[in-house]
Nanobody, 124 residues
Framework: VQLQASGGGLVQAGGSLRLSCVASGDTFSSYDMGWFRQAPGKEREFVATISWSGGSTYYADSVKGRFTISRDNAKNTVYLKMNSLKPEDTAVYYC??????????????????WGQGTQVTVSS
């Protein structure tokens, strides 16, 4: 499985962006998907996850109410809509696929495939 993330960019605080992640192959609809981010000098952190059907979503407290994860299995794509962006949201954002769902959806080690990352920069 190859994942290709896009949609990052430079935006002012309070603005919005929508990230996309397109997966290759025909097994996308069976994977739970997640978004993580990594700021310079910091560890990779969980942002959001969505179940294979789209029926369940979970968010980090820091983005709850501002970000929305969604997916379109017909397009092999998962999205992250980011509203009310803050300078502290600045990071490289990664999408990831979880082949066998576990209990620790917030942990990077649960995910089997990763995209290359897309830079999001929020100016104050």
């Amino acid at each position: 499985v190859q994942l290709q993330a896009s949609g990052g960019g430079l935006v002012q605080a309070g603005g919005s962006l929508r990230l996309s992640c397109v997966a290759s192959g025909d097994t996308f609809s069976s994977y739970d998907m997640g978004w993580f981010r990594q700021a310079p000098g910091k560890e990779r952190e969980f942002v959001a996850t969505i179940s294979w059907s789209g029926g369940s979503t979970y968010y980090a407290d820091s983005v709850k109410g501002r970000f929305t994860i969604s997916r379109d299995n017909a397009k092999n794509t998962v999205y992250l809509k980011m509203n009310s962006l803050k300078p502290e949201d600045t990071a490289v954002y990664y999408c990831a696929a979880e082949v066998t769902p576990g209990d620790s959806y917030w942990a990077p080690y649960e995910y089997d495939y990763w995209g290359q990352g897309t830079q999001v920069t929020v100016s104050s």
